[in-house]
């Protein structure tokens, strides 16, 4: 059993490393974004180049079609990092509490592998809903562009 102090200082450590996470999932999604949406319009395009694509949003429709669909991306993005971060730094830190006995200062490579393949399992299994929704609206929006080969989804889904 853990004591109750060791806990209450892992909750607190933890409640902060999951703050920060959601606030850093939230800043690079807003940073990204514009670069993921030519991405996925690229992968769709008829058009030969990324420039041309790029400029052909623009005219067609404006800067901000490179931040359609980011609402929906942020809901999903900051529960994600929150508890991928949480888990992460609670299982580091309960680890670490039963290894103050030896010498070791740090967590093992493996010990820090194991803990990041548990913490991104949690984490995408806690916000599997959010991104499954999340990219069945993004490839409707993809389908129903006006310059990309399809007019709707099913025809997205016979590409």
Do not use: H
Not at 11 to 39: C, D, I, M, N
Not at 67 to 76: C, F, N, Q, T
């Amino acid at each position: 059993a853990i004591d109750m102090a060791v806990s209450s200082a892992i909750l607190s450590a933890t409640g902060s490393a999951a703050a920060a996470g959601g606030a850093a999932g939230f800043s690079a999604t807003l940073a990204t974004y514009p670069l993921e949406t030519l991405r996925s319009r690229m992968a769709c395009s008829k058009a030969e180049t990324g420039l041309a694509l790029l400029q052909a949003t623009v005219r067609k429709e404006g800067y901000g079609a490179f931040y359609r669909g980011l609402g929906p991306s942020l809901v999903a993005i900051v529960p994600y990092a929150a508890v991928s971060l949480f888990a992460f730094d609670a299982l580091n830190k309960v680890y670490s509490s039963f290894e103050e006995k030896t010498t070791r200062r740090s967590s093992s490579p493996w010990a820090t592998f194991a803990f990041g393949a548990i913490a991104g399992s949690l984490a995408t299994t806690a916000t599997f809903p959010i991104e499954l929704c999340r990219k069945q609206d993004c490839t409707v929006q993809v389908a129903t562009s006006p310059f990309l080969p399809f007019s709707n989804s099913l025809d997205l889904g016979r590409a």
